[in-house]
């Protein structure tokens, strides 16, 4: 599976709903470590079918971030059956985001 891009109103589906343990990234487009994270959460996404990676805009879901008291990103959030069970913050590599996965 591929990196879904969701905006906003899609987050409950996509994340608080989703059967699946699911991986946010909340990101800008002017973040350059959101850049370089962008490519081995790609490689996550597509090596793990047990996982949802979704990407979010934190400028374009404003009002999501701050619920979420994202202040510093790239920021990962693992959710499982709608609840926060860990965060990441700061480029990592795939690794690191295995063991976000694994925990």
Do not use: Q
């Not at 343990?21 to 002017?30: E, G, I, S, T």
């Not at 470590?33 to 090596?47: D, F």
């Not at 202040?71 to 295995?98: M, Q, V, Y």
């Amino acid at each position: 599976m591929s990196i879904i891009e969701i905006r906003e109103d899609e987050f409950e589906k996509e994340v608080l709903k989703s059967e699946k343990k699911v991986l946010v990234d909340f990101y800008a487009n002017w973040c350059g470590p959101c850049k370089m994270l962008r490519p081995v959460l790609s490689s996550v996404a597509e090596t793990h079918d047990d996982v949802k990676v979704v990407s979010i805009d934190v400028d374009e879901a404003e009002n999501l971030a701050m619920s979420y008291g994202i202040s510093s990103i790239p920021c990962i959030i693992k959710f499982k059956d709608g609840n926060e069970l860990e965060r990441s913050i700061g480029f990592k590599p795939k690794e690191e985001i295995e063991k976000l996965i694994e925990g």
